[in-house]
């Protein structure tokens, strides 16, 4: 069965520094993967996904990741942490031509200054 | 567009009501779902439809109905609910299926 593995439910970070959230999943095959973040109250938003191709995948608000095949990971990562990323970080896949996403079960940020 | 819009935002119900939860989107999308969330559990998927006339189960099925009778709309009924459905509630929705997905802005349901 498809699952997506986020190890840590928890991170804090400084303002200005670097940050790195991690995602694992199990899939038989390469799925779509994909990054959100939900302020709070809020729905979720698109950071970046990957579908193909070139392995470092940019996205929204200067946030990036990495597609490493061979450890089934698709970590998100950020130079530069500002306050306004506290928020809580989902990775998800979904099948290529499949029906389903697969959720994380979320890594919450705080940002101190 | 509005995108993918969600009524009501909040709700109260006691055990053993039922209700719908409302949910449409103005992107001409094919695929949409339902999400609950609950505090580390992230999201889990309902139900899901492909198209009009089209649904299926998703992970968490049990005591919740749809069905899409028109691209734009796809509802979320609660036949008679329990406090085990007190939850955070997500419509989504894509062009097709494995694509990114849209997100409302969630109903947060009480029942008591």
């Known amino acids: 069965a498809q699952s997506v593995t986020q190890p840590d439910i928890h991170i804090t970070v400084s303002e200005g520094a670097s940050l790195e959230l991690r995602c694992n999943y199990s899939?038989?095959?390469?799925?779509?993967l994909f990054w959100y973040v939900q302020s709070p109250g809020q729905g979720l938003q698109l950071l970046l996904k990957?579908?193909?191709?070139?392995?470092l995948v940019q996205g929204i608000k200067g946030f990036e990741a990495e597609f490493k095949r061979s450890q089934s990971s698709f970590n998100l990562r950020k130079p530069s942490v500002h306050w306004s990323d506290a928020a809580e970080y989902f990775c998800a896949v979904a099948a290529r031509g499949g029906n389903q996403f697969y959720f994380g079960t979320g890594t919450s940020l705080t940002v101190i200054p | 567009n509005a995108g993918v819009t969600q009524t009501p935002k909040f709700q109260v119900l006691k055990t053993g009501q039922s209700m719908t939860l409302q949910c449409a989107q103005d992107m001409n999308h094919e695929y949409m779902s339902w999400y609950r969330q609950d505090p580390g559990m992230g999201l889990r998927l309902i139900h899901y439809s492909v198209g009009a006339g089209i649904t299926d189960q998703g992970e968490v099925p049990n005591g919740y109905n749809v069905s899409r009778s028109t691209t734009e709309d796809f509802p979320l009924r609660l036949l008679s609910a329990a406090p085990s459905q007190t939850s955070v509630y997500f419509c989504?929705?894509?062009?097709?299926?494995?694509?990114?997905?849209?997100f409302g802005p969630g109903t947060r349901l009480t029942v008591l």
């Open positions: 989504a929705s894509s062009y097709s299926r494995g694509h990114e997905q849209f």
């Open positions: 990957y579908f193909s191709g070139d392995t």
């Open positions: 899939y038989g095959a390469t799925p779509y």
